[in-house]
């Protein structure tokens, strides 16, 4: 938390006048909307201590079955359906290989992992979608946004912040999350205390996967082009983000304002390090040894208290 | 060695004194007990004196020499040697390397390891403690929990050839808590093994009747200081308990409630399931119903069949008039409520707040979204009604004692008015005055007509609480018995009798 601040103080005090500007951290509102939305589901599994690995192979598949259907000329609203639905069974075919057949989470998502990624470039074709293929009404959204007197709030942003405010309610407020909380604390004893441990944790990939393809919708209209390899970042990013988020938390149990915050600081720290210069790939091992760092510091800590 | 002290033993948490000034004088070739509620101290004391925790203040001699203890060096140094309460064995490989786990194996041409070796110095240590029914070849995690307790204590025996010591002391922290009658007897033969050879025995117990049975010594605890310290014959059971918790407990056991009332709550005809055979027995409101046997009779098993973990294959069983439930949230939405064996493993989720392990499984009591402000409520009586101490009840239920731990649980079962109860080992490694507080809650729930099913180790336990025993051997049920008139040795023959073969 404060290191989230002190990045912050740094890029401000290093970037006076583009970092700490509304139209910059709109910017990087828009460019973390898809990572924030697969954050904020991949959290509902981490939740359980499981994870899915597949998200990123998840929402380029979305895209690029969005994108198909469009290109079929169906109208906007089966292209998304579509791609959503794709989401849902691919989850729960996650989840179905965790809960029912006692896969570990790691292996079942590994493998779900390239056959998504298999099955976006069947359909593609291994070809980008885009242009003329892509309807404007389709990747307008992506463009689009709520003017607030000279700023424009992005329809991207808007929907990332409903998404974590869905899961943050689910999670937090319901008790579908605070038994999902209680089979992530002992599966054994929540079994034993009456809670459906195989049905919720189906549920939870469900939703995951959901939260995936959104994501990859998202990217789509963004780009306004489908690729079946464009989600591959989002997966690592994503978990960061969860883990960035548990040093946070009193218990290091991954709750979604947390995440968010995670999501931030990746963010930020890519926004304002390629603000100042940094080179691509010296970017790259920063923000992993930051991420690193944080963990690590959260554990020293812990160990030294307990 | 003669003799081996601990003097002016202190250790603060923060602030918070955990132990100020105790003193400890063991002697070789005697069992000294270590006794005290949950909280008294005894933990910290074996930690300071297992070098894990830092005494603030501390002197050991050994034989009148002053020995260092800082760090867990000096005391596998000193020859200390230590059986901590919980199983700590590896359970997917095998006895012998479990026994020599964290030793240097014996190796063969300097680098593979010479298991021939590693197999034979297991057996021996096995064969010192007259447990050469183990094979040392079997996974760890196949045996009975009392093998297992004994592979800990012959890792702790294991010593290097070329260092050839023998200990100096063993601390047993409370060995018989996950043991059966029977394999308690094992290790008891055990302690007085290694006391013969001359070491001295720190054994720390909640189970005053062993005390008495196998300790030459006995030192109390209370809130981090020494209250008594003497030879057990200088002293009685009813003065040992007085020492720990400062006051009189006459009865352990709370006068039966009314006769019950004639509501059958539970009614299960020549049952058969995977583990268990002829079950037949009734269950009326208010009951309290034992289950006995030797270790692993099926009693677990039995508890289980109400919860939906045991299908019935054949017989006829009914419960509050209906069909079994098929699975736990049937269970508990039926009004069934579960107190799990292991409490730590199969009851709590330890890094969540207390009030989260007590409502878990009632969630769905107040519809789909939390209501706040009245589950908080809930929790809070029903911790109360516990008389449970703790700092708050966000706090995570792993920083409680024991005796707490396991008062969440019954709250947890507690909590909307379960009509059967079952409990599985429901005073384990639980101190008097905890225990006292939750036979009474039993009893109330019992006379407000809840039906009660338990099984325990703990036989004086199982006589004081039950009215009716219902004896297993082997998954059959061989006997079902008035508790009125029913002593020890009685209830003991019956897990030995030959079952009549039909």
């Known amino acids: 938390m404060l290191g989230f601040v002190a990045i912050l103080v740094f890029f401000t005090i290093q970037l006076p006048d583009t970092f700490l500007t509304a139209r910059n951290l709109i910017n990087i509102s828009q460019q973390l909307s898809m990572l924030a939305v697969v954050a904020a589901t991949m959290t509902i599994v981490m939740v359980m201590n499981d994870f899915d690995l597949s998200v990123g192979s998840m929402a380029s598949l979305a895209g690029i079955v969005a994108a198909t259907l469009f290109a079929m000329e169906y109208p906007v609203w089966v292209g998304l359906v579509g791609a959503l639905l794709v989401g849902v069974a691919g989850g729960l075919f996650n989840g179905f290989l965790v809960s029912i057949v006692g896969i570990l989470p790691f292996v079942a998502t590994l493998g779900t992992l390239t056959v998504f990624s298999g099955a976006a470039f069947l359909i593609s074709d291994g070809k980008t979608i885009f242009g003329r293929d892509i309807p404007a009404a389709f990747s307008g959204f992506a463009r689009g946004g709520i003017e607030m007197g000279d700023i424009k709030i992005p329809f991207l942003t808007i929907t990332a912040g409903l998404v974590i405010l869905v899961c943050w309610f689910v999670l937090e407020q319901t008790n579908f999350g605070r038994r999902l909380y209680a089979i992530g604390g002992n599966k054994e004893a929540a079994h034993l205390a009456g809670i459906k441990v195989k049905r919720l944790r189906l549920i939870a990939f469900g939703l995951t996967g959901l939260g995936a393809a959104g994501a990859g919708l998202m990217y789509a209209a963004r780009v306004a082009s489908a690729n079946p390899t464009q989600g591959s970042g989002l997966m690592l990013d994503a978990i960061a983000a969860v883990f960035l988020g548990m040093t946070m938390s009193r218990q290091g149990e991954p709750r979604v304002v947390y995440t968010l915050i995670g999501v931030l600081i990746l963010g930020i720290l890519d926004n304002g390090l390629t603000q100042m210069q940094v080179d691509s790939y010296i970017r790259e091992i920063l923000v992993g040894l930051i991420v690193i760092a944080a963990v690590a510091i959260a554990s020293l800590s812990k160990r030294s208290s307990a | ?502």
Not at chain 2, 53 to 77: C, F, N, T, Y
Not at chain 2, 325 to 332: C, E, I, L, R, T
Not at chain 2, 342 to 371: D, W, Y
């Open chain 2, 1 to 502: 060695m003669d003799s081996l002290t601990f003097q002016n033993m202190s250790k603060a948490y923060g602030g918070v004194p955990a132990l100020q000034d105790v003193t400890l004088a063991l002697k070789g070739g005697r069992v000294h007990a270590l006794m005290g509620e949950n909280g008294a101290g005894k933990s910290t004391l074996i930690k300071c004196i297992a070098g894990v925790v830092r005494a603030d203040d501390m002197r050991v001699e050994k034989d009148g020499h002053a020995i260092p203890l800082a760090s867990a060096q000096d005391a596998q140094a000193a020859d200390f040697r230590f059986i901590h309460q919980e199983l700590n064995i590896v359970p997917q490989v095998s006895v012998a390397e479990n026994i020599l786990l964290g030793r240097r194996f014996p190796r063969r041409f300097g680098v593979a390891v010479n298991w021939p070796v590693v197999r034979a110095r297991a057996r021996a240590a096995l064969m010192f403690l007259g447990a050469d029914h183990i094979d040392v070849k079997a996974l760890a995690g196949d045996l009975s929990p009392g093998d297992q307790m004994l592979i800990k204590i012959a890792a702790a025996l294991v010593t290097d050839p070329k260092t050839d010591h023998q200990a100096d002391l063993y601390v047993l922290d409370e060995p018989t808590a996950a043991l059966t009658g029977e394999e308690s007897e094992l290790l008891f033969d055990v302690i007085a093994r290694l006391s013969a050879t001359g070491a001295a025995v720190l054994y720390v117990s909640h189970r005053i009747d062993e005390v008495f049975r196998i300790c030459d010594d006995v030192t109390v605890l209370r809130d981090g200081r020494n209250v008594s310290s003497c030879p057990i014959q200088e002293t009685t059971k009813d003065q040992v308990i007085r020492d720990m918790t400062g006051r009189d407990v006459r009865d352990a056991y709370p006068q039966r409630a009314q006769p019950h009332a004639a509501t059958v709550t539970a009614q299960l005809t020549s049952v058969q399931t995977p583990r268990l055979r002829d079950v037949s027995f009734e269950l009326k409101a208010g009951e309290v119903l034992g289950v006995a046997g030797l270790s692993e009779a099926g009693q677990s098993e039995l508890l289980d069949v109400f919860m939906g973990l045991e299908p019935v294959v054949s017989g006829k069983a009914r419960l509050l008039g209906r069909k079994l439930p098929s699975d736990p949230a049937a269970a508990w939405q039926a009004g069934v409520a579960y107190l799990p064996k292991e409490r730590r493993r199969q009851g709590l989720m330890l890094n969540m707040s207390i009030q989260a392990n007590i409502l878990a499984p009632h969630l769905h009591t107040h519809g789909l979204v939390a209501k706040a402000g009245r589950e908080r409520r809930n929790a809070l009586t029903m911790s109360a009604k516990m008389r449970m101490k703790y700092d708050s009840i966000d706090q995570p239920v792993g920083q409680l004692s024991g005796g707490n731990q396991q008062k969440a649980l019954f709250a947890r079962a507690l909590h909307g008015q379960p009509k059967l109860l079952l409990l599985n080992e429901p005073t384990r490694g639980v101190d008097v005055g905890a225990k006292f507080d939750i036979y009474q809650t039993v009893r109330d729930f019992s006379a407000q007509g809840c039906a009660i099913v338990l099984t325990s180790s703990d036989l004086p336990e199982m006589l004081g609480m039950c009215d009716r025993i219902l004896v297993l051997q082997d998954g059959q049920q061989t006997a079902l018995l008035d508790c009125a008139s029913l002593s020890s040795a009685d209830l003991l023959s019956h897990f030995y009798a030959p079952a009549a073969k039909v």
